[in-house]
Nanobody
Framework: VQLQACGGGLVQAGDSLRLSCVAT????????TAWFRQAPGKEREFVGA???????????YYADSVKGRFTISRDNAKNTMYLQMSSLKPEDTAVHYC?????????????????WGQGTQVTVSS
């Protein structure tokens, strides 16, 4: 199983950016998938996740720091997860990682995820 994240870049505060994460060797819809980020000198932190709920379809979850600004979605036909980031702030600057786990139960701790992408840098200037 391999995850590859892309779409990072240098933007100004208030701009938008969309990250993508493509999975090979595994079907995304089989388990929960998530975005984490890590700024220099800080621990890896949860950004958001998405998992399948048999009643509601894909259900997203967000960290309070990004709620209302970021949107997570999945295109299961393309085996791709997205992170649409809007109203970006300098404090969003970090390497952003995608992750996946074998079951649908969402977790907010990095240790709960089985597979990781290589990370993509997002830099927001003020």
């Amino acid at each position: 199983v391999q995850l590859q994240a892309c779409g990072g870049g240098l933007v100004q505060a208030g701009d938008s950016l969309r990250l993508s994460c493509v999975a090979t060797g595994r079907t995304f819809s089989r388990g929960a998938t998530a975005w984490f980020r890590q700024a220099p000198g800080k621990e890896r932190e949860f950004v958001g996740a998405i998992s399948w709920n048999g009643w509601s379809g894909d259900v997203p979850y967000y960290a309070d720091s990004v709620k209302g600004r970021f949107t997570i979605s999945r295109d299961n036909a393309k085996n791709t997860m997205y992170l649409q980031m809007s109203s970006l702030k300098p404090e969003d600057t970090a390497v952003h990682y995608c992750a996946a786990k074998a079951v649908q139960l969402v977790g907010r701790q990095p240790a709960m995820y089985d597979y990781w992408g290589q990370g993509t840098q997002v830099t927001v200037s003020s």
